[in-house]
């Protein structure tokens, strides 16, 4: 005769269902399925939707989800961690779908650039294209370029390709850059032009700043409230950028970090340039930039042979050297802060090594050789680490273990490796732009077939891997004239034709 609305047992005391709501938010999982056990009324109360909306919210799935949008939020975290499960065994047992992202025949592969699954390309063509992965259907549209100063001819090659979740910007080899909104559709935005040939490009992740590197100038151009662009900051560099990075995540004027061979600056619009990190005769060889720290490899020369090649991390608050890891011949090729977990740090090295960094202890957690030329970009998360080698091999690591998973192999050097819970995308991009035989036959695309480079989209969601995920080459029309791709115009389970 209770009123189990209102009121819960507790022992000897009758308690309001609020309060005791609170007392239940402080169990997880396991505790609140034993309560669930006790009494009806317990049940009830276990099983209360504000109770399984935070644990799920906890663990870090849902996050852009209210309480309302599912009916049984316990239900729904329980397909959370199933899918999760099931995508970490897909990667081990390399379980999924591969598709080729491939345009331009007779073209070679300049650049390649990620952000969130969409995938940014630019040619010898001078053409960039721009790639969803996150759908199947997707079609690869063209961003249109500005006429250079040279006319409507030949347009120059692309260097540089960035793209985020708003802006996709492209520099070329004749010193102009190009600013597209992916918002607005194909045509520019904003457009400028540099003197001499850029030597680095970087977008902010998550703003809308642009930095450029020409000659020994570093200009750093964002839109004010209106959508006009202006330029806050242009500094003049001693000696020539070879690396250059936008700090994530900064309220105000854009920060920039750029390494000019054995100099790294730290470049603030209102402020002059200013030196974090400068040792003669010991030249940067790979940048990274997170939102409070910059990491970035050294190389020491003949006389300095007592002291190893190391990686040092610097705080961009503080502007002093925090942590030192690192002891090897080799040097640093590439490295990964921005995206590893807290506290920790991927480096891959010319000595065929990858190696992951507890900046906490200052020494290495991990260290694997599968590689047989140096590695050239690497990418890790809780689990596993993804590496691409100059010898075009991609390898799948379990960190854990110190083992290799599986491994996939092309032509060309790997200049990119991206990944998310549910996808991969490796782009082998070819040292030489101009393969003997372009200038006599142009038209001929089995003759540049093994020199363009290619990019690579793994899917390893089963959701996506049904009748309907049929690849883009089997799912192409007869009235297309990419005879390249041999699109035969292949449907499942019957032809359309």
């Not at 056990?37 to 939707?49: F, N, Y």
């Amino acid at each position: 005769f209770q009123n189990e609305i209102n009121e819960v047992p507790f022992f000897d005391v009758q308690l309001p269902y609020e309060l005791a709501l609170k007392i239940f938010r402080y169990l997880g999982k396991a505790e609140l399925g034993r309560c669930a056990q006790v009494s009806r009324t317990w049940k009830i109360l276990a099983e209360d939707e504000v109770l399984w909306y935070r644990l799920c919210q906890e663990e870090g799935y849902l996050l852009d989800m209210s309480i309302s949008d599912h009916s049984c939020w316990k239900l729904a975290l329980k397909n959370c961690r199933a899918r999760e499960q099931m995508l970490k065994t897909n990667w081990k047992n390399r379980v999924g779908a591969v598709s080729q992202l491939r345009y331009e025949p007779g073209r070679v592969l300049c650049d390649v650039h990620c952000c969130d699954g969409v995938v940014m390309a630019g040619y010898t063509s001078g053409e960039v294209r721009l790639w969803d992965t996150r759908t199947w259907d997707y079609t690869a549209p063209v961003l249109a370029a500005v006429p250079g100063p040279g006319g409507p001819g030949a347009p120059p090659h692309v260097s540089f390709v960035r793209i985020n979740s708003s802006l996709a910007v492209a520099a070329y080899e004749d010193g102009t850059v190009s600013v597209w909104s992916l918002l607005l559709g194909q045509e520019p935005i904003h457009h400028f032009q540099h003197n001499q040939h850029i030597q680095a490009l970087a977008l902010a992740p998550g703003g809308t700043a642009l930095a450029t590197a020409s000659g020994f100038q570093v200009k750093v151009e964002s839109p004010d409230d209106r959508g006009c662009w202006q330029t806050p900051g242009t500094f003049e560099i001693q000696k020539l950028v070879n690396f250059l990075n936008l700090v994530p995540d900064v309220t105000g004027s854009p920060v920039a970090v750029a390494a000019a061979e054995d100099i790294v600056y730290l470049l603030k619009a209102e402020d002059p340039a200013r030196i974090l990190h400068s040792v003669y005769g010991q030249p940067v060889t790979c940048l990274d930039v997170a939102a409070h720290e910059a990491a970035f490899g050294i190389k020491t020369f003949g006389w300095l042979l007592n002291e190893p090649n190391q990686i040092l991390l610097y705080s961009l608050e503080t502007n002093q050297c925090v942590t030192k890891v690192g002891n090897s011949i080799g040097d640093f090729s590439c490295v990964n802060l921005h995206s590893s977990p807290p506290n920790m740090l991927v480096a891959g090295n010319k000595d065929r090594r990858v190696r992951v960094f507890d900046l906490r202890r200052g020494a290495a957690a991990c260290s694997v050789y599968g590689h047989q030329l140096g590695v050239s970009a690497v990418q890790m998360d809780e689990w596993k680490m993804v590496s691409g080698g100059e010898e075009g091999l991609v390898c799948v690591w379990d960190q854990r273990m110190g083992t290799k998973l599986w491994e996939m192999h092309a032509r060309h050097p790997v200049r990119l490796v991206w990944f998310n819970s549910h996808s991969l995308i490796t782009a082998n991009i070819p040292e030489e732009k101009n393969p003997r035989g372009s200038s006599i036959s142009e038209d001929d695309p089995s003759l540049h077939r093994k020199y363009r480079g290619v990019i690579y989209s793994y899917e390893f969601s089963v959701d996506q891997l049904a009748v309907d995920s049929v690849l883009p080459i089997c799912r192409s029309s007869y009235d297309e004239v990419t005879g390249y791709n041999y699109n035969i115009g292949l449907a499942v389970p019957y032809d359309s034709i």
